[in-house]
C-alpha cells in the first residue's frame, strides 16, 4: 500500500538549515533556564556514561553541548539532508560550519567555569571525539522504522526538541510519542521540547524559513503532552516551561514546554 504524501513533509526537502540556525539560533540569550535544566539532568550519569540520540534535531546540536561530558556515543538523526549536512559540516570541523561556541561558553559559565576559549575548545573536541553517526528519521511515517536501519538503539537518552509540531492531530502526536519510547532504554529517559497552548495564548501557527513557510499543525497543552508520555509508558521527571522569544527575527513569541519522561521497567 502506497503511504500518502504529506505537502508539509515534503517542504522540508528544501529545508534552508544555514538560514534556520542564523535566524532561530543567532544567540544563547533566552535559552538560560532551559540549559540550567538540562545541566542539572545530565548531572545524574557518570563520565562517558551513556548512549544519546537527538532525534529530529535539524541542524541544531544544542542538546548535546550539555550531554557531551556524560555520552559515550552521540546519534543525530533528522528528516531533511540539509540539516544532516548542517550538523556533519561541524563534525568536520569546516571552516564555513555554523558556530556554536556561544552556546558552549554559556553552558561552561552555567557550571562555574570561564568559558574561556581554550575550554570552548576543549569540549569542542570532547564532543566530536563522541559522534557516532548522523542518520534519517522520520517519525511521521507510517512504516515501523522510524530511524535509518542500525540505530534503534535502544538510548539512555532521547532527545526531540521542536519537530512534534508537525503532527496533524493529538491522535498523530501521541503515537508518535510512543514510537519514541520505543528508542529508549528501560529506565532511560525521553526529552520532549515544544510550543504548547495555554489559557493566555496559542502557539504560533507557521514559522518561516527562507522562501518558505512551515505549519505547526498540531495545539496541544502541558496536560497533553505529560498524558502522551504516560501512554507510552514514561513517567515526568522534570516539567519546565518558558518563553521562546523569536519577536525579532520571526514576529512571534511561543509558550514552551520542556519535559523529561523516565521509561519504566
Known amino acids: 500500500m502506497t503511504q500518502d504524501v504529506d505537502p508539509e513533509k515534503t517542504k522540508y526537502d528544501n529545508f534552508d538549515a544555514r538560514y534556520y540556525l542564523e535566524h532561530y539560533y543567532s544567540t544563547p540569550s533566552g535559552f538560560e533556564g532551559m540549559m540550567k535544566q538540562l545541566l542539572e539532568f545530565y548531572s545524574r550519569f557518570p563520565q562517558g556514561s551513556c548512549s544519546v540520540l537527538n532525534y529530529a534535531g535539524g541542524p541544531s546540536i544544542e542538546p ?45 559559565e552555567l557550571q562555574g567555569k570561564a568559558g574561556s576559549k581554550e575550554e570552548v575548545e576543549a569540549k569542542e573536541r570532547r564532543m566530536r571525539s563522541v559522534f557516532k553517526a548522523i542518520v534519517f528519521c522520520d517519525i511521521l ?23 512534534m509540531d508537525l503532527c496533524p492531530s493529538n491522535d498523530a502526536f501521541t503515537t508518535a510519542v510512543k514510537k519514541l519510547s520505543g528508542l529508549v532504554n528501560d529506565r532511560g529517559f525521553l526529552h520532549l521540547e515544544m510550543g504548547v497552548d495555554t489559557e493566555e495564548s496559542s502557539i504560533q501557527d507557521t514559522y518561516v524559513v527562507g522562501d518558505i513557510t512551515y505549519a505547526k499543525r498540531l495545539h496541544v497543552t502541558k496536560e497533553g503532552v505529560i498524558e502522551a508520555l504516560r501512554l507510552a509508558g514514561m513517567t515526568p521527571t522534570l516539567v519546565f516551561e518558558y518563553v521562546e522569544d523569536n519577536e525579532a527575527t520571526a514576529g512571534y513569541k511561543d509558550h514552551i514546554l520542556m519535559v523529561i519522561g523516565q521509561k519504566s521497567s
Request: proline letters at 3%; a negative charge; hydrophobic letters at 35%.
Open 64 to 108: 548535546f553541548i550539555f550531554a557531551a561530558d556524560k555520552a559515550r556515543e552521540y546519534v543525530h538523526a533528522d528528516y531533511a539532508k540539509s540539516s544532516r549536512d548542517e550538523v556533519q559540516s561541524w563534525v568536520r570541523n569546516d571552516p564555513a560550519a555554523f558556530d556554536w561556541k556561544n552556546y558552549i561558553r554559556v553552558s561552561l
Open 141 to 163: 511515517t507510517e512504516n515501523a522504522e522510524v530511524i535509518e536501519r542500525g540505530y534503534e538503539g535502544p538510548y539512555d537518552v532521547v532527545h526531540c526538541v521542536g519537530c
